[in-house]
């Protein structure tokens, strides 16, 4: 029993690793693309028109909704959230399983 608990946490925690891989890869590819489009933006108008603002715009914004995500920082349904309404509806199911 406790080994499979064991194996059900590193999984978890390789799955949690994934997901802070792909997060940090998309935070590094978000700085590259603002990089190369503020280039461009110097180099047609030196930033007479900053038009490349809007790029980091909505790559930041695109990066917060997905830290919000990953770092369960939703205070509304987190995973706390998760966790607290699957015991709630499993105690539901257990009181009516008595009563039946």
């Known amino acids: 029993m406790e080994n499979k608990q064991e194996e ?5 925690a390789q799955e949690r690793v994934d997901t802070l ?5 998309k935070v590094g590819s978000g700085l590259t693309a603002i ?4 280039g461009i933006n110097y180099y047609l108008n030196e930033w007479a028109n900053p038009w490349f603002l809007w790029v980091v715009f909505g790559v930041s914004l695109s990066l917060l909704f ?19 309404k699957i015991q709630e509806l499993m105690k539901e199911d ?7």
């Open 8 to 12: 059900h946490k590193y999984y978890r």
């Open 21 to 25: 891989k792909k997060f940090y890869g």
């Open 35 to 38: 990089a190369i489009t503020g």
């Open 66 to 84: 997905k830290a919000i995500k990953i770092f369960n920082l939703n205070p509304f349904m987190g995973k706390n959230w998760e966790e607290r």
């Open 94 to 100: 257990e009181k009516r399983k008595k009563w039946n």
